[in-house]
């Protein structure tokens, strides 16, 4: 397989089946088109704000739609999305954000009090985005940028420079004896280890064409997980 960057590959699944289903999240639905749509326009933003190749992105956010587009938006750019647990307490959360080096968060408009009271330590910081919601807080004292506004403010076009197989994703683990600590994963090594190369239930897929074909041809099974379906339909 040419590439095993996790954008390259959604964006090949998505071109093959843009009309199916990528996303339910209760009432929500979004196609594999709109979704690539949107993550490729949030890609862009990130770039126009200064966001990046290898830079860090906190994703501070309950399961939903916007936690996925999010991931894929920074993937796009060979940004390096960072999970962010929303149990985490001031000093798990103070930590993390200054430990990961991020300079970017898209949050929960309700997180918007608690990010204010950590920012002060975290220097590299630059760009917040909310996702709106009930919780009332008053996200744009922050500067923070509704999530709609970034979605709808970026170029549609796929015009992002090369990707590689190099490229990382880390991922966040908490334990009860100490603070929060990163993992570093390869894109290749995560296709493989945690997406279950493209085929949890059965022999890695090592061929592009051979996935853009299963992602045609598989059926409801593929709605059990978030991560894997993404790259195979």
């Not at 949107?38 to 126009?48: G, I, P, Q, V």
């Not at 954000?97 to 630059?126: M, T, Y």
């Not at 009860?176 to 279950?196: L, N, S």
Request: glycine share 10%.
């Amino acid at each position: 397989m040419k590439s095993h960057q996790i954008a390259d590959l959604f964006e090949a699944v998505a071109d093959a089946i843009p009309d199916r289903v990528a996303l339910v999240c209760g009432d929500q639905r979004l196609t594999y088109r709109e979704l690539d749509e949107r993550a490729t326009r949030l890609a862009h933003f990130f770039l126009e704000r200064g966001i990046g190749p290898g830079d860090h992105v906190g994703t501070y956010l309950y399961n939903g739609p916007e936690y996925v587009t999010a991931m894929l938006a920074a993937f796009k750019i060979s940004a390096v999305p960072i999970n962010v647990n929303y149990r985490y307490v001031e000093e798990e959360l103070a930590y993390l954000f200054a430990n990961a080096d991020l300079r970017a968060v898209i949050h929960q408009q309700e997180f918007a009090d608690r990010i204010a009271h950590v920012r002060s330590g975290c220097p590299k910081l630059e760009l917040l985005i909310h996702v709106a919601d009930d919780g009332g807080a008053d996200a744009e004292r922050n500067g923070s940028i509704a999530f709609e506004s970034a979605c709808e403010a970026g170029s549609p076009e796929r015009d992002f420079a090369g990707r590689s197989d190099d490229d990382l994703f880390i991922i966040y683990t908490g334990g009860t004896t100490g603070m929060p600590k990163g993992v570093m994963w390869r894109h290749e090594d995560a296709y493989f280890a945690c997406f279950g190369g493209g085929n949890p239930v059965g022999d890695d897929i090592h061929d592009l064409g051979e996935l853009i074909e299963r992602a045609k041809t598989i059926g409801a099974i593929a709605v059990a997980f978030v991560a894997a379906p993404l790259i195979h339909g």
